[in-house]
Structures are given as C-alpha cells and as structure tokens.
C-alpha cells in the first residue's frame, strides 16, 4: 500500500519508543520478540504476541496501546492499493491511531460511503489531538486535509431537510470554518442544521468571539441572493442560542467555490452540495 500519510516515519518511531515503556523480565523479552516482529514485517506473529503481552502482567498498560497503535501502522504499510474497509479495519483491532483510521475513512469516502467516512475521519481528528498518544504530532497539511475530508462527507450524507452535520464544527486552519450546509433552494436551516450551528457554537463560546462574520454561499444554478439569506437564517439562530456579540452577514453568491478535496470523485450535484453553505469568521 501506498498511504498518502508518512505511516513509515511513525512507524519507526513507534518501534523505538516500544523499548521505552516496558518492564520487568517477562514484559521486556516479549517487548523484544514484538520489536523483531515488527522491524521484520512477520505480521503473522502480531495476534499471538498482543495477546501474550495482554496477558502478561508485567506489562503496563501504556506500553500495551503503544504496541497496538505501532501494530496497527505496521499492518498499514503490508495491506494492497485496492483494500476494501474491512480489510483496513483488520488493522485497528490492535489500536487505533490516526493513520489507519484516515486510510479508513478514504477506502469508505471512494466507495461514497460518506456516513462512515465521517465517522472514521473524526475520530482521526481526535487522536491528532493527543500529545500522549502522538509525540510527534501530526503536519498542519495532514490535519488541514483530514478536517475537508470530515466536513466534506458529512455534507454528502443525504438527510430529508438538509445534510447532516457531521464536521460542521471542525475548521479549517486555513479558512473560514463552515456552519452549515443547505438544500438546493432553500435557506431553511432545519433540524439537522440547527444542529450543526448549535455544534460550532460551543466553540464560538469557548473562544469568546466578540463578533462574527457570517458569510452565505450558493451554487451556480442559484439566485444569488439567497445566499445572504442563508447568512440570515445562521445568524438568527446563533442570536436565539444566546451569542451576544455584533454578527454581519455577507451574502458571495457563487463567487468563492468550497476548496473540495479530489474533487474529481464527486458528481456535478455533490459538488454543488458543497457550494450551498455558510461560513463564519471572527469578526475585525
């Protein structure tokens, strides 16, 4: 397999790290036979020594999830370009660290399996953001990629009254976050996007915008007025959640096309999915 992430940089760094963390004899000669395994690639040998060092009472528990994650990385690098899900899924049975969990996420965003892709890229999300469990952290690049991937597929899942809101609250480092999706047509928020807007704002809370820009979009096909209607409809929810700082609404039309990620695999309408959105910004 090729992943698009630097699996084989964690990887080694995992093997080095194993060393560290064990104790006693018994915990050490097994923290041996696991690093042998690994450096060698005998992937046959993972299940039979995790369950020994499982079992293993000398064995901490933090050594343990460092074993399973490096595991879990190393199954990574072994599978085929073409592996289903199920097959990359195989890998987190170990551990679940950010890189298998994005390469999860992209075998269920090609198969257009966007509920799932979602869950498995935010969950990618999670991980990034532990120092514990990623020394290293990962490149501003990496996250950036994974965080479109995760408001992408939640916008492509289909919902009655609007698209899901799944990774609504997860900005970009780069843009605007976005706040909701709509309906072609539409500038009613519904119940799926109310939920989203409630979602980001505990995190408008938690920084103490004093103000916010929020910032309506529309596809190609549609009036461009409706877009400053879409601002409205946010900004009117935002205000009866309780935000208290000066909110402007800009409507751009269609003028400022969502930066998709492999736009190419998308269709013409789930493009223009991506395009019927709103955004907001701290304000100047």
């Known amino acids: 397999m090729s992943p698009r992430l630097p699996t084989l ?12 963390s064990a104790s006693l004899a018994d915990c050490k000669r097994l923290a041996t036979d696991a690093r042998a395994a690994i450096g060698t690639g005998a992937v046959a040998r993972y299940d039979a020594l995790y369950a020994a060092i499982k079992a293993e009472p000398s064995c901490d528990d933090k050594f343990r999830a460092q074993l399973g994650r490096t595991m879990a990385r190393s199954l990574l690098t072994k599978l085929p370009t073409d592996s ?23 075998a269920y965003y090609d198969r257009q399996d966007f509920a799932s892709a979602g869950d498995a890229y935010q969950e990618a999300l999670g991980d990034m953001g532990d120092s514990t469990a990623n020394p290293t952290p990962p490149q501003d690049s990496v996250v ?22 799944r990774g609504f609250a997860s900005a970009t480092r780069t843009a605007p976050a976005v706040i909701a999706f709509f309906a072609a047509g539409s500038a009613d928020l519904g119940s799926v996007g109310k939920a989203g807007v409630k979602a980001a704002f505990a995190g408008i809370e938690k920084a103490a915008a004093k103000s916010l820009v929020v910032i309506g979009h529309a596809d190609p096909d549609e009036a461009p007025e409706i877009a400053e209607a879409r601002a409205r409809a946010v900004a009117a929810y935002l205000d009866e959640l309780g935000y208290a700082g000066r909110i402007e609404t800009v409507g751009r039309g ?9 736009p190419d695999k998308l269709t013409s309408e789930q493009r223009a999915r991506l395009e019927r959105r709103v955004e907001y910004a701290p304000g100047g």
């Open 254 to 262: 269609s003028d400022e096309p969502f930066a998709a990620d492999e």
């Open 9 to 20: 940089f964690f990887l080694a760094a995992g093997i080095a790290a194993l060393s560290a």
């Open 84 to 106: 289903d899900p199920a097959t990359i899924a195989a890998a987190l049975r170990f551990g679940r660290p950010w890189q298998v969990l994005v390469a999860l996420g992209d």
């Open 144 to 165: 950036a990629r994974v965080q479109r991937r995760a408001l992408q597929s939640g916008a492509l899942v289909p919902a009655n009254d609007m698209f899901a809101s």
